[in-house]
């Protein structure tokens, strides 16, 4: 069975007992890493609560300038449009009732 390439390089031979334990804790080290990793990617739930927060601050974020100008205040085409739109709905009601 040989060794999977770790990008660093294993002990020799002749090495001392204290640089085996050293690289068996950077192992260890890495193996934590690589599970924690793992875990992650495989935390569904998690994903989830990061994908929907990511989310709402996306939406915030457009609604905030597609509302407001650049001083925050709110832009006058918003309520300009929904008094038109309030204006037609009327429009159409009061032609209806008439015909």
Do not use: C, F, N, Y
Not at 23 to 39: F, H, K, P, Q, Y
Not at 53 to 77: I, L, Y
């Amino acid at each position: 069975m040989t060794a999977p390439e770790t990008g660093r390089p294993e002990p020799d031979p002749d090495a001392s007992v204290d640089d085996i334990q050293a690289d068996i804790e950077a192992t260890r080290g890495e193996l934590g890493e690589t599970v924690g990793a793992l875990s992650a990617k495989l935390d569904v739930k998690h994903q989830i609560h990061q994908k929907v927060d990511h989310t709402k601050e996306a939406v915030s974020a457009k609604v905030q300038t597609v509302a407001t100008d650049d001083e925050g205040s709110v832009r006058p085409v918003v309520p300009v449009a929904t008094l038109a739109l309030v204006a037609l709905v009327l429009g159409v009601v009061i032609w209806r009732r008439r015909r």
